[in-house]
């Protein structure tokens, strides 16, 4: 990594192409909510871009600026949208569908949505099975699948007049599946991608085609896609950013806020039950057990990896952790997420914690996508390459590299962010000691 002295940003200058796999509840609540902040009708709620500060230097010097005024974001009004979708439906009509947005909002950003129509998807029934449309591309091997979608790239560059692009994973979550023979190297992704592997899935197909045309992928959905060997060889040798995965919004956000609280106070516990009903498509992929195996391993790895069971054996070595989600369509994509939290205290004595969470979760999911497609245009600009593990506090499972665990601590992670922001401006990192002020 370059030292402070020598990191230089290129300008965000022109348009900035946001390309998106999944034009679906999530990614219109996005373009929807964009086109509505361009227009003065709402405000970008939960974007830490748009509304967040950083602290630089000693409290007392008073220097908190905004962050879309510290580092050269790309701006709101240089967002330019596209992306594919199995379902023929413009991002209007889409997000119609999703009703998650009111009709009369929609209504006033219908032409720029409708202007939006779904490129023909990379698609395999085997890797989400529950939903079926006919806007998909067909014929030829994976490989020819991967040349189609660098089409789709450059000729949406060239239709745009964007200036650079980032690629983001809206799309369903994928069945699970481990890293096969054909993910360990770049040269055998590729003879596979050819010999049409059935151990590459369409995700892992999108990003091979983002990063071969210098484009930065983020994965907002559980299933294995960037973070595979060949695929992270590929990110180094382009000299792209990548991250991942997972967007973390309701449930496991309150994990995230949680259990590190308990875990500083030395708190035992003993289960963290959790259960959620959603009607959206997501609910419905969920339904079937391979798609939930993905997002169901995202979710339980981030209490261990927080109360680190190995070293406070006594506090949380006997925790049972449950994760349940049930699809329920008269909820719709207002999602409910109940927990219950039997922790215990002083000399083993047990105390209870209920949560019940309605939340939104393309509402809380879409400042997300702003936020990282923002930041992974700057580490782009900034020569950044590879994983970029301080944008963990986005993902339920966050990238980190081989051999190394991912830091879940959501407030561990926003210190991370804010330290790397201060890094690459050339300011001196806050590590909170505070000694100084008392010399």
Known sequence: MPTKENTTIAPADGKLGI?????????????????????????????????????????????????????????????????????????????????????????????????????????????????????????GSRMDHAEMLMEDIRQFQESTGAARLVMIWCGSTEVFHKPAAVHQTLKDFECGLQKNDPDIAPSQIYAYAALKSGVPFANGAPNLTTDTPALLELARARQIPICGKDFKT?????????????????????????????????????????????????????????????????????????VRINYYPPRGDSKEGWDNIDIFGWLGYPMQIKIDFLCRDSILAAPLVLDLVLFLDLAQRAGMKGIQEWLSFYFKAPMTAPGLYPEHDVFIQLMKLKNTLRWMRGEDLITHLGLEYYD
């Open 250 to 322: 309701g449930q496991t956000f309150i994990k995230t806020l949680l259990a590190p609280g308990f875990k500083a106070r030395m708190l035992g516990m003993s289960g963290w039950f959790s259960t959620n009903i959603l009607g959206n498509r997501d609910g419905e992929v969920l339904e079937d057990p391979g798609s939930f195996k993905s997002k169901e391993e995202t979710k339980l790895s981030v209490l261990e990896q927080i109360l680190q069971p190995d070293l406070y054996p006594q506090l949380y070595g006997n925790l049972y952790h449950a």
């Open 19 to 139: 390309l998106i796999p999944g034009i679906g509840a999530v990614s219109t609540t996005f373009m929807a909510g964009v086109e509505a902040v361009k227009r003065g009708l709402g405000e970008p709620i939960g974007s830490l871009t748009q509304l967040g500060t950083v602290r630089l230097g000693k409290r007392t010097e008073g220097r908190t600026p905004r962050i879309q005024d510290f580092v050269p974001l790309a701006k709101i009004e240089d967002l330019v949208f596209g992306g594919w979708d199995i379902f023929e439906d413009n991002a209007y009509q889409a997000a119609v569908n999703a009703k998650v947005l009111e009709p009369a909002l929609l209504e006033k950003v219908r032409e720029p949505l409708e202007a939006i129509q779904p490129m023909k998807a990379v698609f395999d029934q085997n890797y989400v099975k529950r939903i079926h449309g006919p806007n998909v591309k067909t014929g």
